[in-house]
């Protein structure tokens, strides 16, 4: 059977992936989302998820194309109301897409066609955690432990096992979380997708309600169907409590030392080398003009020698690659500086936190006060005219056009013959826009749809034709304030934000709004924002201004 519709569970390890996988299957109408295409070996057999199943299903070994595999997969797994779905870590998809193109039709595809192409109307759901420590924390006690599941029902006594703590690997491991997190937000970001996001720890708090919200969001008739209590049981205790609290004491001291605590060396035993990892917080905290005394405590209190701590103090100093840094670091800290007087500057005027409603803007007040001053700006009585106004509902796009939820495109969207009406049912703003170039976007997504924090790379006038966004906005000049470590994105949720993790996100300029169905609203470049669907939500997103709208941007990947 072919399936009419698809999901992807696209996460990372710890994030509660196999209680939602057994969660949806139990309902017997949402496929058996597990990771099909998982490559690496088993926990409980040598064999990866791909081999065994193949062996399983007597396809021959090794796969000289993918396609024998994909079909089977799909026609084992698929419920008999047509869903099939794929759990799926970042590393796990990446490999997937490289097999697929194996078969003859999918080579020269993105990776996102590829996707499309072997799970028709492709839905994307990102589980994720929002307490990166405790995934970290759990991460590393199932290495130690190889205990990666237990099942609810499990009572039996074990051994109590010697758990080690070990931040240097909690860091490790909290970094590699945030970073694949980032990762599958570029991948959505690159094939114009809005997931349904789901944390874990909501998936904790309200299991059913959990599961529901992703049936919700499939449109899959829950009428009649039952959610099974969870499969597996949570592993955390009162030692990652301990943990937690131990890992945090050390990470947020009064400078910025690093997640990282090393025993003192024991009796008659030879200094230890300092590790990588402190060298460069060493030099990290150089940079940032922390006294040496003070850096030379916490190293004495973490159990290095003082001699060589010293040693490797003076050779930081003296390293022609630091003392490049150095100077490269205070010309940063110049601009620093003066961004944060610009913004000091800028809360003097009361506009500052607020975004105007305006109509009837002409194009000259439009680019002086909004477009070249990089303010926003919601502009009504745009769209009076639209008939799409009137006509677009979700059951008309998906009716009239084939358009189905989460269906993102540009202008190849809208002049493609399924779709050519939408085209017809818009109008270009030409007091702002060039009709003649190209640069039209839809987005569509279910009430509940989150972006997350991230900042766009040109100015983009969102205009909203059907239901409501909850749009939260922060100046691009705070960029320091939202921790932008990788590409566009943010780690903060700025819905829960952790102020322990994010401290300096409190000085943050946060403009929260409603955007109603028939405003225009005008995001400039570099804002951060972040949005909820309040409702099902179909905007039309242009970027092909009269104006100078391409720009050259440096892309931080500190992780």
Known sequence: MTPRLSYIVCCSPRSGSWVVAEGLHSTGVAGNPKEWFNDAPGVATDDSMETYFSKEWGIPLPLATYEPYLAKVIATTVTKNGVFGLTSHRDQFTAMEKKLKTIPSYRGLTAHEVAKKAFPNLRYIHLTRRDKIRQAISYCRALQTSVWHVKAQHT???????????PVQIAKWEQVFERLDANWHKHFSECGQTPLVLHYEDVESDYVGSIKRILDYLDIDTKGVEIAPPLYKKQADATTD??????FDHKHGKTTQPAVVHAAPKANQPPPTIPPTWKRWIAENKLLKIPDRDILAILKNNGMNEKMAMEELQAVGENPYFQAADSYTQLLHKRDSFAMIQRSLSKCDPKTATIERRSDVSRSEFLEHYYAANRPVILCGLMTEWKARKRWTPEYLEAACGVTSMTSGGNELFNQPHAKSLSEDIEIFREYLDSAASGIFLWYGPKGTVTPLHHEQVNILMAQVYGRQRITLIPAAEMDLVYNDNGVYSAIDVENPDYTRFPKFREATVIELELAAGEVLFLPVGWWHHMRALDS???????????PNRFNWAYPKTK
Do not use: G, K
């Open 537 to 547: 939500s179909i905007t039309v997103a242009f970027t092909n201004f009269l104006f």
């Open 156 to 166: 039996a006594a074990t051994a109590p096992l010697a758990l080690q703590f070990d």
């Open 242 to 247: 301990e943990w937690a609290q131990r890992y």
